[in-house]
Nanobody, 116 residues
Framework: QVQLVESGGGLVQPGGSLRLSCASSRSASYFLRMGWYRQAPGKQRELVAGITSGDSTNYADSVKGRFTISRDNAKNTVYLQMNSLKPEDTAVYYC??????????WGQGTQVTVSS
């Protein structure tokens, strides 16, 4: 089975930047979509950004223009560059790899805290 390992979370001031990484045990190109989700306390998990096997991207309206998803196929790694961070971005961020309903994998999550 597939393993996903996230890294890069931490504490940052409003307006700052972070880059999250998701290392996959299998080529990201195998999946229909790789994505980043986040879950804040008391809220549902939501899609932040996704990238398909054809390199099409999509973003939540709340992060559009601030976040960028990308991947390095040689390293089997997906990234989420987060700029102009806001306190509302505070959440646990999870990497997701989707191939089908029975091939859908999640990382362990990495905490992002935006606070002054």
């Amino acid at each position: 089975q597939v393993q996903l390992v996230e890294s890069g979370g931490g504490l940052v001031q409003p307006g700052g930047s972070l880059r999250l990484s998701c290392a996959s045990s299998r080529s990201a190109s195998y999946f229909l979509r790789m994505g980043w989700y986040r879950q804040a306390p008391g809220k549902q998990r939501e899609l932040v950004a996704g990238i398909t096997s054809g390199d099409s991207t999509n973003y939540a309206d709340s992060v559009k223009g601030r976040f960028t998803i990308s991947r390095d196929n040689a390293k089997n790694t997906v990234y989420l560059q987060m700029n102009s961070l806001k306190p509302e971005d505070t959440a646990v961020y999870y990497c997701n790899a989707f191939g089908s309903s029975i091939n859908n994998y999640w990382g362990q999550g990495t905490q992002v805290t935006v606070s002054s």
